[in-house]
């Protein structure tokens, strides 16, 4: 089993900054990709990050140029820098773990309960 706690949302204007942190307990950090989600009101949850095991990411097109997700083995965390904030990113961020850094939402075993991210004009 793996617990998994977000941290670092907020209510920010146009333009800002937000760290996300995803702290893990349970099993091994390291056998696990890490990836990030989110959903917005009324839509369905879409995905938005995800990194191996080994390091290597890959985003969503719209995220790509804004925000990096990374990882910390030693401190079994996954954070997610979110630069340039627009209206659309407001939604609902969850962390996940599974065994391949999937886009997909079913390729993940473990989920945190989410982070609220608002962004204002």
């Known amino acids: 089993q793996v617990r998994l706690v977000e941290s670092g949302g907020g209510l920010v204007q146009v333009g800002a900054s937000l760290r996300l942190s995803c702290a893990t307990s349970?099993?091994?950090?390291?056998?696990?990709?890490m990836g990030w989600f989110r959903q917005a009101p009324g839509k369905e949850r879409e995905f938005v990050a995800t990194?191996?095991?080994?390091?290597?990411?890959r985003y969503e097109d719209s995220v790509k140029d804004r925000f990096t997700i990374s990882r910390d083995n030693a401190k079994a965390t996954v954070s997610l820098q979110m630069n340039s904030l627009k209206p659309e990113d407001t939604a609902v961020y969850y962390c996940a773990a599974g065994l391949s850094a999937s886009y997909r939402s079913d390729g993940y075993d473990y989920w945190g309960q989410g982070t609220q991210v608002t962004v204002s004009s």
């Open positions: 990194i191996s095991y080994g390091g290597s990411t």
């Open positions: 349970g099993r091994s950090f390291t056998r696990y990709a």
